[in-house]
């Protein structure tokens, strides 16, 4: 403000010389009124001023901001773009190696139909060329085949005793020869037919169910209680507990009348309790003695090792039983089978359940006889080779008579040709005018 007066004041002789004292006077209060003027314009703009300084400020710093948000933003999307071409890419390249391989296996599996294909016309031509050889071709081929199977039916039957594999074998026989239809081989297919019957008609043992029945047995024998514990069967067999007569004394004393005297009552209770102390002292003495039959006075001397030796004996006799049973042994069965019987009977508790059915399959194992005789093919076979010897030998036959007639033409080849009488026809007859050198007189 001292400034401004210092401004102003040297106007002021000019205006105060050109009106006087009265004008100097108005011309003090025009400028102190401007300069009122100009203070309260400056103090109402500051504020203004300030005002637009903060929202430049605040718009500033927001687009600062949504700036650096926009950059961030920008270059995480830039990041995800980059990040999902790259599996884009990656899926692409697993795509076309997944085609690839595809390709491929389909050209092998194009490869291996083909090859299968192939396989299949080649086993059907060889097929056929057998069926063709087989029923079209000599009967020496076909008598070569039914040779095979029967022998294999013998086979079954002697070695193994197997009825139902020499069935199939002679069935195969049979449908070929069916198949064939050669007159020649009818005497042939009648006899296989005849031992086809005599096998369906046979009997036989059922060596599966004896087997599961020896191996059960097995398992008895090394579970079953013998007449002294042993390792296997470590506690012997007590005899029940007779309960039966303090339950019945119980039941008496249940069933007294609640109104009878007191006597009775007193009575019922010394009969109920003698009765209990009768069946614990019965009991305990029971522990202690025990009343069996045994047949063998050896059993009850065993020890523990005798007793495992003896389970194993056991064990073995029943192994040579099922041995004898493959093997058609039927005396080596019987003498086992017995064995084991009187084994289980005279050395086993026959109060154990285990132990009665042991016996029960070792008895039943006894009374099997595995001596069964089998029909068997000898007809067929000899069948066969008589069929054989006669194919050879027409056979035979037949190659010697084409030597001999391709060895009788030249032969009347090589004769000279003679001269024919006069009237003499060509093929060796007389004519009419000509006769025979004895008719002549």
Do not use: C
């Not at 391989?101 to 057998?130: K, Y």
């Not at 198949?179 to 009818?186: C, G, I, Q």
């Not at 059915?357 to 007809?379: E, G």
């Amino acid at each position: 403000m001292t400034d401004k007066k210092t401004e102003i004041s040297p106007a002021v002789p000019a205006v105060v010389s050109a009106s006087g004292p009265r004008s100097e006077s108005a011309a003090g209060q025009s400028a102190r009124a401007h300069e009122a003027r100009q203070r309260k314009a400056g103090s109402a703009l500051l504020p203004a001023f300030v005002v637009v300084l903060l929202v430049a400020a605040a718009l500033g710093a927001t687009a600062w901001y949504q700036h650096q948000e926009y950059s961030r933003n920008t270059a995480v999307l830039s990041d995800q773009v980059r990040i999902g071409a790259d599996t884009a890419g990656r899926a692409a390249e697993q795509a076309r190696q997944a085609l690839a391989l595809a390709q491929e296996q389909s050209v092998r599996l194009a490869s291996l139909e083909a090859a299968l294909q192939e396989a299949r016309e080649q086993a059907d031509s060889l097929q056929q060329a057998f069926q063709t050889l087989t029923d079209s071709g000599s009967d020496l081929v076909l008598i070569n085949d039914i040779d095979h199977l029967v022998t294999i039916a013998q086979q079954q039957l002697q070695l193994g005793g197997n009825v139902a594999n020499a069935i199939i074998s002679l069935e195969t026989a049979q449908a070929q020869l069916a198949r064939a239809n050669r007159p020649t081989l009818a005497s042939l297919q009648q006899t296989v037919n005849g031992d086809l019957d005599r096998l369906r008609a046979a009997s036989t043992v059922d060596i599966a169910a004896l087997s599961a029945q020896l191996d059960e047995l097995g398992n008895l024998v090394s579970q079953a209680p013998l007449m002294v514990p042993d390792d296997a069967a470590p506690q012997p067999l007590r005899p029940q507990a007779p309960g039966a007569a303090p339950a019945a004394g119980g039941g008496q004393a249940a069933s007294q009348d609640p109104d009878a005297p007191w006597w009775r009552h007193s009575l019922a209770a010394a009969r109920q309790w003698s009765a209990e102390a009768w069946a614990s002292v019965r009991h305990d003495l029971g522990e202690f003695i025990a009343v069996r039959r045994v047949d063998d006075p050896h059993a009850l001397l065993m020890s523990p090792d005798q007793a495992t030796r003896f389970r194993e004996n056991l064990r073995l006799r029943i192994m040579t039983a099922q041995l004898a049973l493959m093997m058609r042994q039927p005396n080596v069965w019987a003498t086992e089978t017995a064995h084991l019987v009187k084994a289980i009977e005279s050395r086993f508790d026959q109060q154990s359940a285990e132990s009665r059915r042991a016996l029960k399959i070792a008895r039943d194992m006894s009374d099997t006889n595995i001596d069964v005789r089998l029909p068997t093919v000898d007809n067929s076979l000899a069948a066969i080779e008589t069929l054989r010897e006669a194919s050879a030998k027409a056979e035979d036959e037949a190659g010697d008579s084409e030597p001999s007639a391709e060895s009788s033409e030249p032969s009347e080849a090589a004769q000279p040709s003679q001269p024919q009488p006069a009237g003499a026809r060509p093929d060796g007859q007389a004519g009419a005018g000509a006769q025979a050198p004895g008719a002549r007189g």
